[in-house]
Every structure is written in C-alpha cells, then in structure tokens.
C-alpha cells in the first residue's frame, strides 16, 4: 500500500512526516463489523405471520423477540420477551411476564398488548396462521390485562405453552393493515418496526437481506455491527465465494464439499447434529380444508399399495451412503434422533426394508401388470408415468431424483423428472401439481410443530391459504394421536403418542423420510474466532431454533485492523530538529488521508 507522506520545513529544521498505520485518531471511527452469511435456499416471505421456509423463519428470529426461546445451551424453553411465566391448576391458563424496558426500534414500548395482538390475529385471520397456526389452534382467548401482563386461556391442556415459536410484532404497525397476503407486507419488514437483536435495512429478492446490529436490544448488542444474508443460486458458488472470503459462513454443504475444505487455510469446519428431515412426498390425492380435490397428482397413487411399493423400493442407506458420505442417519419418523425423546424409528417387524423384488410382487398382485416396455399400467390401461419435482439448485435432490429414477424404473414405474427452482417448487408443491416431490423440513425441539405439519388442519383453504402442510395428510386416527400428545403433560406420555402418530403417519406412505442431515458448515476463522453454537458445545451454527449463532458471532482480533474492513487509519508524528511543535495561527496544515473507497477491497 502506498501512503503519501508530507514533508515541511518548520523554523530551521527538517521535519520528516512518518505514518503509523493501524492507529486511530479521536477524529476517525473504526471501520463496522460485517458478518456475510451465504443463503443457498430460498425466502418465502418477510411477513412473520406468512413465512415458512427455513431461511424466512430465521429472518424473523433475527427481528422479533419472541415469549420465550430454545436456550443455547440445551434447546429448552429459555425467557426472552417474557420473563418468566406461570399456568393455573388446572394447566388451561398462562400468565406471562412481559420484561420491561424492552423497546421498538422507533422507540415505542414493547407490551404485553403487542403480544396480545399478534395471537388474537392469528385467532380471527386464517392468513396469519399461515406459518405457525398450530400454536394457536387450541386458544380459547388471549388478553393484556395490563403492559407486563399476557394471559392465554387454551381450550384443553396445551403441552408447548412454554415454547410457542411465534414472533411477536408491534400492534401499532400491523394492526392498520386488512390484507396480510399484501404482498406489500413483505416490504413492511425492511421499513417496518423490529425489537429483536438485528434491523433490517435493505431487502433485494432472491439478492440479499441486509440488517443493521440493535443497539438497543435488552441482552445487549451482538458484537458485530452489520449482518448480510447474500443468496446464491447454488452452493458451489457460495464455497467460492467462501474460499474468496467474499462470505464468512455457509452452511448446508454437501459432504464432498465440507471434505474440500479440509485444511484450506483461514477455514474452518463445523460439523453437528441436524435437526432437519429429507423426504420424498407423495401425491396420494391431496385435499384442501374443504375436502375438496386440488392439484394433478397421478390417480394411481390414490391406492396405499402403489405408495407402500415405491416406500419399499427406495433404499434411504444408498442415500446416507452414497449422496451424503455417511453425514447423516437412517429416516423413519419425522422428528430426528437430535431429539432423541421423541424419536421414532419402526420396530423392525413394522420397518419397510429395501426390496426391488418384493415390490415388484406388491404390484404385480395388486394388478399393475408389466407391459412389453417394462413400464406397469393401472387397470384401465393408464400407464404408472410418475413425475418427481425438486430443488434445480441442490447437489442433494440432483443425485436423490437419479437414484429413484432408477429404482422406480426398476419395479415398472416411468419417472421424470422436474427439478425447478426454489419458487416454483413452491407454488407447485401448495397447489398440489406434483406427483413425487423431494422435500424436507427443519424440525423444533418440541415435536408438535414436526407433527403438526400432518394434520387436517395443516391444509390450505378453498384459495390456497391458512396453513402450512407437509403431506397434505388427513387421518382421523392420526389427528386423535396428535391431540393426545399436545394435551399431555407427563413427558413419557406424551412421548408415546407423539411415536405413535409417526408409526401412523409412516403406515399410509404418504411420504418416505430418507435421512436426517448433519449440519456441515463452514466459516473464516480468519475474520471470526466463534460463533454460538446450538446445543452446547457441539451444535451448528446456523440451523437453529434461535439467533444465538450470528447473535454470538466473534469477530477475530484480525479482522477488526484487515483492509478489507474498511479505511486504515493514520496518525501523523513530526519529527525532526524538535520532539513537538504546536502550529498556531498561520503555522503549516499538515494533510492525512487514509485508504480511499475505490481502494477498498
């Protein structure tokens, strides 16, 4: 780097201008604190009450507080806006203490009334249920007696009362709004009204999310400055721009890529257990709220038969083997071994192993005879031609579609595939216009939230809105299993319907639970020491159910004075014939100039 330097004669001395660079001046500000997070999955929304995937959901832990939330430590209900709570006898009524000094970034109050209205929102408008209905499903009423005071009645026992993952808005913002599928409101998020430990400052669709650290938030301020979350299309550019150090954390790496980055200086790697599912749905005739048909799913996958054939027939080992290097475990039920007290995995008379043979005589007696091609036809004549969508931009579902494309092929069923982008996935996999389709969800340390994705109640209205489903899946029995365990207080009861409703769920083969992913992760431990890890010590980093990773993020002592930072700073020292002159009048300015913008890197 070259510095100009300034050279005066003072009196009958020479004066030599010697820089000495990495020190402030009281006039200069240290340059901020950046943390890049590299996206490689699409957001849905920024509206709290609307946002469903993975990277939406986070946006919001980012911004709201919430009553209370998953401790870093051990993932169990931990205070936060509330600080600490309280049932009756009877278990059916909830009195939270809402902290004080607690405040919205346009300096209003945080209250109990905020809390309040964002529940009874949800109660009276079937669009705000659309992300986390479940919570308050069972609600009878919610009110504010006064600022520090929530109460929630329940209709019957409600066992994650002390763990409602619902972000908590300012009523003042969002009261005034009728239409929360505006997609306006998605905008609101970056003009609108936070309390949480970061702000929104900039938002760019499938861009960027850029926020600002809040100074203000009642644990204290994250110790970095400025938090970007920058999308790309896929993960191999996202582990270039990592090895660049355009981005300082990436998350979601396939195995062959977190084996790359062994031992490439400045990098580090975290490997911890996922709390994520990876699945293939299947398209059994799905319904809306109405019972009404919906979608174009292919009539053959109406019969159990046909689905239990094409479960038997995809081998979830290849899978943990062979797409994920052995980073990962065995699918059964949908809430992982992470959480290992309700982990259900199927008894091995009831487990559905890996048989091509045996599928093929499951069909065969099920009257899907081959043709001359190989390919079966339904009685009527109508070919077994299968569609199976999924995510273009992940290594995962590339190699998952080509193995099934395989096996299905080899018990008499066409497949094509359709891999499309994160949006479109989307809208086809709500609308029902698909046939097979890899999926996966991030699960929350209470199981309701990973059984509620399965219930009647899950599934959208007549226009598409008003719940988030996985399946689609509508069954009685089921329903009856999931309400038991949501009105169970004892956690080995509860446990035991919560296994159950999985075995019931695993039965009608409306879905196969491939594997459960570790979190592979990487980050420049040149530019930060630490982040916060959840569980302690050996959680991931950014598949949480918290902020507590880039809340905790450490920048390292190196990065604070890197140029690539911001501007070096200088002080000018004279020396020469004497130690110190104080210029006075119409002495001699001496210029500084730090590194200029366009020499930033």
């Not at 890049?36 to 995937?53: C, E, K, M, Q, Y």
């Not at 929630?152 to 009728?178: G, R």
């Not at 018990?411 to 982008?421: T, W």
């Not at 009048?585 to 930033?600: E, P």
Request: proline share 6%; charged share 20%; glycine share 8%.
């Amino acid at each position: 780097m070259r510095i100009k330097r300034v050279f005066a004669v003072v009196m009958a001395g020479t004066l030599a201008v010697l820089p000495l660079a990495g020190t402030a001046t009281a006039q200069q500000q240290a340059p901020p604190k950046v943390l890049r997070v590299a996206l490689t999955t699409g957001i849905d929304h920024l509206n709290p009450f609307t946002a469903s995937l993975a990277a939406s959901t986070q946006v919001g832990r980012f911004i709201y507080e919430f009553l209370t939330i998953p401790s870093q430590d051990k993932a169990q209900a931990a205070p936060a806006l509330a600080e600490s709570w309280s049932t009756s006898p009877d278990k059916l009524t909830w009195t939270f203490k809402i902290r004080q000094g607690a405040k919205w970034s346009d300096g209003k109050p945080v209250t109990a009334k905020d809390a309040a209205f964002t529940f009874n929102r949800m109660l009276t408008d079937p669009t705000a249920r659309t992300a986390n209905g479940n919570y308050v499903a069972n609600f009878e009423t919610v009110s504010a007696p006064d600022d520090t005071t929530l109460v929630v009645k329940t209709k019957t026992v409600q066992a994650t009362m002390d763990l409602l993952d619902v972000p908590i808005v300012p009523e003042h913002i969002w009261a005034p709004i009728k239409d929360l599928s505006d997609p306006k409101t998605d905008t609101m998020a970056v003009v609108g009204v936070n309390d949480g430990p970061y702000r929104i400052t900039d938002y760019k669709q499938n861009e960027y999310v850029k926020f600002t650290a809040n100074k203000d938030y009642w644990r204290g301020a994250p110790k970095v400055d400025e938090l970007q979350l920058l999308v790309f299309k896929d993960v191999e550019a996202a582990v270039n721009a990592l090895k660049q150090g355009e981005v300082d954390v990436i998350n979601r790496l396939t195995p062959t890529q977190f084996g790359a980055l062994k031992d490439q200086p400045g990098i580090t790697l975290n490997k911890a257990p996922g709390r994520r599912y990876n699945e293939i749905n299947l398209n059994f005739g799905v319904q809306n709220s109405e019972n009404k048909p919906i979608g174009n799913g292919s009539p053959v996958l109406k019969d159990v038969r046909v689905r239990q054939a094409i479960a038997q027939a995809i081998d979830p080992k290849t899978v943990v083997d062979k797409v994920m290097g052995g980073y990962g475990q065995l699918g059964g039920g949908v809430v992982p071994p992470i959480y290992a007290a309700y982990h259900w995995d199927p008894a091995p008379g009831e487990a559905r192993t890996f048989d091509l043979a045996a599928a093929n005589a499951a069909l065969d007696a099920a009257g899907y005879p081959k043709g001359r091609d190989g390919i079966r036809t339904a009685p009527g004549g109508a070919r077994l031609d299968l569609r199976l969508t999924g995510h273009a931009n992940r290594a995962f579902d590339q190699r998952v579609a080509q193995y099934v494309s395989g096996w299905l092929h080899d018990i008499g069923i066409s497949v094509k595939q359709e891999l499309v982008s994160d949006d479109e996935l989307n809208d086809r996999t709500n609308a029902g216009n698909y046939d097979l389709a890899i999926s996966g969800y991030a699960t929350n340390p209470d199981p309701d939230y990973a059984l509620a994705l399965h219930t009647c109640s899950a599934r959208p209205n007549a226009d598409g809105k008003g719940a988030t489903t996985d399946t689609f899946f509508c069954d009685p029995q089921y329903d009856e299993l999931y309400a038991k365990q949501l009105s169970d207080t004892d956690p080995a009861s509860r446990a035991g319907y919560v296994k159950q409703a999985q075995a019931r769920l695993y039965s009608q083969a409306v879905n196969v639970v491939l594997d459960y992913d570790n979190s592979l992760e990487a980050y420049r431990s040149d530019r930060f020491s630490s982040f916060g890890k959840q569980p302690q010590p050996e959680g991931s980093i950014l598949e949480q159910t918290g902020y507590w990773g880039v809340y905790g993020a450490v920048p390292a002592e190196a990065s604070a004075s890197s140029g690539d930072s911001g501007s070096n700073t200088v002080v000018w020292i004279i020396v020469g014939a004497v130690v110190l002159v104080v210029v006075v009048g119409t002495g001699i300015a001496l210029s500084r100039r730090g590194k200029s913008s366009d020499d930033r890197e």
